[in-house]
């Protein structure tokens, strides 16, 4: 299948960083959370997470399939600097302040949601190790 016809592909990943951008744009004090410990930094690893499997979902089969470990880092790579520019986004906004610990959130969560597709594409497809070399 062509990459022109796949285009819906991008669709969740793109719905995911707008929500994210919508998100990290409100202001500090209209947001409430629950009374939880350290619960931003689990819906960071959870929203970022989502977002490497919606970016996992974008690149086309084949190029995941023939490069799964290059693939992998690239997603994580991207998924980084979306949490970059989350956080410098965040420093204009009123209330809301930029932090490395969000950053290691949204890293954490786009890695374990990386691990596991590795993981299930090697195993389903019974990828020999020397395909996942860099």
């Known amino acids: 299948m062509s990459s022109r016809r796949q285009w819906y592909r991008v669709v969740p990943m793109l719905a995911?960083?707008?929500t994210i951008f919508f998100l990290s744009h409100q202001p500090g004090d209209t947001?409430?959370?629950p009374d939880v410990p350290d619960i931003d930094k689990l819906l960071?690893?959870?929203i970022y997470g989502i977002l490497a499997a919606t970016t996992l979902y974008a690149v086309p089969k084949s190029r995941?399939?023939?490069y799964?470990?290059?693939t992998g880092i690239l997603v994580v790579l991207f998924c980084l600097a979306y949490g970059f520019s989350d956080e410098f986004h965040?420093?204009?906004i009123p209330g809301r302040c930029p932090s490395i610990w969000d950053i290691g959130a949204d890293l954490l969560g786009a890695i374990v949601v990386v691990s596991v597709w590795l993981y299930r594409i090697s195993s389903r497809l019974h990828i020999p190790s020397s395909r996942?070399?860099?």
């Open 44 to 46: 960071h690893s959870l």
């Open 16 to 18: 995911v960083m707008a």
């Open 90 to 92: 965040q420093s204009f």
């Open 31 to 33: 947001i409430v959370l």
């Open 132 to 134: 996942f070399q860099i």
């Open 64 to 66: 995941a399939r023939d």
């Open 68 to 70: 799964p470990v290059r």
